[in-house]
């Protein structure tokens, strides 16, 4: 993808915003993190922008619409539906951002290169369908597909909700990404299997809190889990139970807020596929309630501040079909 | 810590037979705060309260639990016993060990065991209570009624009655509504404006009464008591106070082709008109989209002929703003567009009209004088067909209306009959798929249509209307009989489906009423409220609430003006104190409590906080008007961080509950 | 232990409604077992996801949310937001493994002391056949 780092240096250059909220390489060249950008020379110096610009830049501009001024954002078709969502809750102000749309056509998990035999790597770049890779013992190639981040595999849609500037073409929703297929796998199974592997993948939550941090739906000014005044306070995992307590509350509260942008799993160093969660509630409200996707617009009212009086009773979870319990 | 006193009833023997009361006290004796246990026959009796009382003072209890039968029986004796004793009402908790203890249960131990338990969720609840103060709200004695038909009408002239001012804000230039537009009434046959224009004159005359006529409500803040309302007053370009309804530029206006609302098009007024003879207020009004004056500023014949000096071209449009106690609605409704139902050839030929044009072609003060003619032709119809439920009960939500619009059987009787009473010559169908005449005098007055007038009454619905040379040639089936029939008539009457008025959906918006799908308002309470909307402070009255007749409209109107009164008569509100209250620190600004709440309570505010390092930050932030929250609590569930909590029931206390139950 | 183990049932009733069916049901001296603790709330609307979650952690073995039929609210819309609020989380615990029927909803008016009565010897039944809360507690509570 050209010219993303030329488009954050014109921005400033013409005093279209006074900041670029862009991306910069971290501690490894393969982990971009978001990073504001004052000047010019800081654009030279730090910016970047490549098949690891997997971070959603969204939720980072909750503080940048405090400050005075423009800031630039660039936001993947993901990011700008949660931007949307911000949006409509109040957490961001549309003034204060010029939105530069960038398409993206998925973007790249280091941990699946070097899951394919690569490793020493020291440079990715693109071309194409091919990924290239400068390793310590030379060149090496593969597939970009089979490099994709879990939540590129299954995107949900390359439309850019919202925008000033397009980096690339307008895209399309992806109705065939087979985002529930996984969540429909596990609804096959008996209780008794999805207990388990839940369990499984729950009990390592070492509760950093980092699928919190970094969820643009979480922007809770206290977050429940730290209210005194409620009592659910608590600082560190003590049991099975307390991770199970907060990854079904964390759903439950970004339910019809979450615009399944898979930041929680991407981040999650435990490897715990948490949007499994967010995309269960987003199946079961879409299949309840009628299809809704959370950042597509400002208008509609979201499906848990909503109600048909014809609605289903709760007893439907337990008349559904899947094993018997 | 709480310095919590238990009180155990024996209630008799009702809980003493089953729960060992004696064990109860003393097990909770040993909860963290209780600082006096005991158990006594009749809690609730004189002696009971008192032992409360004295137990209070002297040992200085903060908080009382009791551990009786159901809160619903006794909660508000103890507390009042409490509040006597100077402890604040809501450090009451009940633990209901009857109803919910030992009535059901026969095992003594896991009755006693049980007893025990709720009364620890009860201690451990009552010492997270908070002392709470039921705030007031002054009352505003004035009363706004938002729409003058006889809905309207009625209940203004309650209001009046009582002694409180009401203003009625009407958008058309008089008031009176669709009833002056209806020939005779069912079941009784009278004339609709017999009855009608002296209840109009009433509010005219009544000094309690002010009419804001030709003039819409623009916007309505505040709460139930302190409603601020803006009306924008449309210009007439006649000088209301001066005109005196004479009339005579009426006369004179040289533009003659305006179609006569009044008369629903049917025949034409001028640029300058009075609605009706009976109008109220009686005075002219300029229809500026045909005055030539407005237009190109070529006439002044009005101003010319006006000995009041009433015309006034450069008037504008005003706004007036007011304070209110309480609002009515009664928006009223419409018949619905008939230009769906092509199949009956309603806009291909005249002939084929609506019931409400129908009233005014038999009017006297319509445009034929009272005598059914055809509009196309001016001849007597020989053969007329009534088509019932045009619209209503309508499966097809783009074309018509789920709902029975309920009026529309008695009328078209009604219509039936008077054709036939005033042209026995003439040969009535009516084709209906059911005839519902719930009523007082109602069955008996169809019957009456049908067997002493003989109008021909056929189940089934009209499938088409073809007008050819003159005819309508009608298709339909009988279905009782099973037969297609094929009847030339020269007139067709449509009994069209009724819907709210239009303007009903901007003003519940600014009321933060709600109403349901079909745009009727929603009453607070479906069977125990029906006059009330949800929002505290508004009232329904007529048919903006849902299909009604006249007697019901005026039933409920006056019963919408009995509830205005009985607010109006305070003179400050009491809150209820267990409402929902932000912790404006913690707040998202998200609106998503907001969006649930069932009565605008919750608004926003940028609020300045102060932020780190000395710098001011402004947040968006929930505010939740005591006076108008009911304390349901959906709020406090929308909201993720917990910063809405509702006093009484807050999350700590529910969850103390839940953990002395589970523990 | 196990001999004697009752499960531990948590009752959230709505003040309007729910609570009057089961006080109704006392009244009236239809029999339940005691297991059956009633929270008061004011309204199925007021039920917080986490309090259920809550009285599992605590050990409850079964949580049950009463209130007032669709469309006889006394809010008017509180149990239609408490029907999709509960319906979404008794389907995420169906997903997380949790045994089908350790939650219900069942919406009792004033005047049905009956069914209250029936439900919660129903809901009691079910919850002793699906024996004691292991998946959704916190073992920290258990002594």
């Given at each position: 993808m050209q010219g993303v780092k030329e488009k954050a240096l014109e921005l400033l250059a013409s005093g279209k915003a006074q900041r670029v909220l862009g991306w910069k390489t971290g501690e490894f060249f393969y982990d971009l993190t978001p990073g504001v950008f004052e000047s010019a020379e800081e654009v030279e110096r730090e910016f970047e922008y490549g098949v690891f610009a997997g971070a959603n830049l969204s939720k980072y501009c909750i503080a940048e619409s405090k400050k005075d001024g423009v800031t630039a954002v660039f936001l993947k078709p993901c990011d700008a539906y949660s931007f949307v969502q911000l949006l409509k809750e109040y957490k961001v102000k549309r003034e204060k951002f010029y939105i530069v749309g960038v398409q993206c056509d998925g973007m790249c998990d280091m941990e699946k290169i070097r899951a394919a035999g690569i490793s020493g790597a020291t440079a990715v770049s693109e071309d194409g369908d091919t990924l290239k890779i400068s390793t310590i013992y030379g060149e090496e190639t593969m597939k970009k597909s089979d490099a994709l981040l879990l939540k590129c595999k299954t995107c949900k849609s390359k439309k850019l909700v919202i925008f000033d500037e397009l980096l690339g073409e307008q895209g399309e929703d992806c109705p065939e990404s087979h985002r529930f297929d996984e969540v429909e796998r596990l609804e096959r199974l008996s209780p008794e299997e999805r207990f388990s592997f839940w369990r499984g993948e729950l009990s390592r939550c070492i509760r950093c809190n980092a699928c919190r941090n970094v969820c643009?739906?979480?922007?809770?000014?206290?977050?429940v889990f730290d209210n005194h005044n409620l009592g659910t306070d608590n600082k560190a995992a003590a049991s099975d139970f307390e991770e199970n307590f907060f990854h079904i509350i964390r759903a439950f509260h970004v339910t019809s807020r979450c615009t399944d942008c898979g930041e929680c799993s991407r981040v999650c160093p435990q490897h715990i596929p948490l949007h499994l969660l967010n995309r269960k509630f987003i199946k079961d409200t879409n299949e309840l309630y009628g299809a809704y996707q959370a950042?597509?617009?400002?208008e509609s009212r979201p499906p848990l501040m909503d109600f048909r009086k014809d609605d289903c009773e709760p007893s439907v979870v337990y008349e559904r079909g899947g094993a018997k319990g | 810590m709480q310095k919590i006193g238990v009180f155990v009833c024996h209630c008799g023997t009702n809980i003493a037979a089953t729960v060992d009361v004696e064990t109860v006290a003393k097990t909770l004796g040993k909860e963290p705060g209780v600082v006096f246990t005991t158990d006594y026959p009749y809690m609730c009796s004189q002696t009971g309260q008192q032992m409360i009382q004295d137990k209070i003072q002297e040992l200085g209890l903060t908080g009382v639990v009791i551990c009786s039968c159901s809160p619903r029986m006794h909660e508000q004796t103890f507390r009042k016993a409490c509040h006597k004793a100077g402890l604040n009402d809501y450090m009451v908790e009940i633990a209901n060990i009857r109803e919910q203890c030992s009535w059901i249960h026969k095992d003594k131990q896991e009755a006693t065991e049980k007893a025990v338990i709720l009364g620890r969720a009860a201690i451990a609840k009552v010492q997270l209570n908070a002392p709470l103060t039921a705030g007031t709200s002054p009352v505003t004695k004035r009363a706004l009624v938002i729409g003058g038909g006889i809905a309207g009408i009625q209940t203004a002239l309650d209001i009046a009655e009582a002694g409180f001012e009401v203003d009625i804000v009407e958008k058309q230039p008089t008031i009176g509504g669709k009833m002056t537009q209806i020939d005779k009434t069912f079941p009784t046959l009278d004339c609709a404006a017999c009855i009608l224009t002296p209840k109009m004159v009433d509010c005219a005359q009544n000094e309690k009464i002010h009419i804001y006529a030709y003039s819409e409500v623009e916007q309505v803040g505040g709460f139930v008591g302190n409603f601020h309302v803006k009306i924008r007053r449309k210009a007439r370009f006649v000088n209301e106070d001066v005109c005196?309804?004479?009339g005579a530029c009426t006369e004179k206006c040289p533009q003659k082709k305006v179609p006569n609302a009044f008369n629903l098009g049917l025949d034409t007024r001028r640029a300058i008109y009075i609605p009706f003879a009976q109008a109220v207020p009686k005075v002219a009004t300029i229809d500026p989209d045909y005055c030539n004056m407005l237009k190109n500023g070529k006439c002044g014949v009005c101003a010319k002929v006006c000995t009041a000096g009433a015309i006034d071209y450069k008037q504008k449009d005003t706004t007036i703003e007011r304070e209110y106690g309480a609002i009515v609605a009664a928006t009223g409704f419409n018949p619905i567009d008939l230009s769906q139902f092509d199949e009956f050839a309603y806009s291909k030929s005249p002939d084929v009209v609506s019931s409400l044009e129908f009233e005014r072609l038999m009017n006297a003060a319509g445009p034929t004088g009272g005598t059914l003619l055809?509009?196309?032709?001016g001849t007597h119809p020989k053969t007329i067909v009534f088509v019932q439920c045009v619209g209503s009960r309508c499966e097809d939500a783009q074309k018509g209306k789920s709902y029975c619009s309920k009026i529309c059987c008695m009328y078209t009787a009604k219509h039936a009959m008077l054709c036939r009473e005033k042209y026995p010559d003439t040969d009535v169908y009516v084709f209906y798929i059911d005839v519902r005449t719930p009523g007082k005098n109602f069955d008996e007055f169809y019957r009456r249509a049908v067997e002493e007038y003989g109008v021909h009454y056929i189940k089934g619905m009209v499938g088409k209307v073809v007008p050819e040379n003159g005819k309508l040639k009608v298709q339909a089936s009988d279905l009782l009989d099973n037969r297609q029939l094929h009847i030339d008539a020269d007139m067709v009457v449509l009994a069209a489906a009724i819907e709210p008025d239009k303007s009903a959906r901007s003003v519940a918006t600014m009321l933060t009423a709600s109403m349901d799908t079909n745009d009727f308002f929603t009453e607070a309470h479906p069977k125990l409220r029906p006059v009330e909307s949800p929002t505290a402070g508004v009232f329904l009255s007529g048919t903006c609430q849902g299909p009604k007749d006249i007697p019901e409209t005026v039933a409920q109107a006056s019963a919408a003006a009995a509830k205005v009164i009985g607010l109006l008569c305070k003179d400050s509100l009491t809150c209820n104190p267990c409402v929902a209250e932000p912790n404006e620190l913690m707040?998202?600004?998200?609106s998503n409590c907001e969006k649930v709440c069932p009565y605008g309570a919750i608004t926003y505010i940028d609020k300045e906080f102060r932020g780190p390092n000395r710098t001011t930050l402004i947040r968006r932030v929930a505010q939740v008007n005591p006076a108008v929250c009911q304390g349901c609590g959906a709020c406090t569930v929308a909201c993720m961080s917990g910063a809405m909590d509702l006093k009484g029931f807050s999350n700590k206390q529910i969850m103390a509950e839940v953990d002395a139950i589970c523990r | 232990m196990q001999v004697t183990w009752k499960p531990t049932i948590v009752a959230f009733c709505c003040n309007w409604c729910s609570y009057a069916g089961a006080d109704l049901s006392g009244t009236n001296r239809l029999q339940y077992p005691a297991n059956v603790k009633i929270i008061r709330i004011p309204c199925s609307c007021r039920l917080n996801p986490m309090f259920i979650l809550r009285a599992f952690q605590k050990g409850a073995d079964g949580v049950i949310l009463c209130g007032c039929h669709p469309g006889d609210c006394h809010y008017t819309t509180g149990n239609y937001y408490a029907r999709r609020r509960m319906t979404l989380l008794f389907s995420m615990l169906d997903f997380l493994g949790i045994e089908k029927g350790r939650t219900r909803v069942e919406w009792v008016s004033a005047a049905e002391g009956a069914k209250f009565a029936a439900t919660m010897n129903e809901f009691v039944k079910t919850i002793t056949e699906l024996g004691e809360n292991r998946r959704l507690e916190d073992l920290r509570c258990k002594e």
């Open positions: 643009p739906a979480c922007t809770c000014e206290t977050c950042g597509a617009d400002l | 005196t309804g004479c055809r509009p196309s032709d707040c998202n600004g998200c | -």
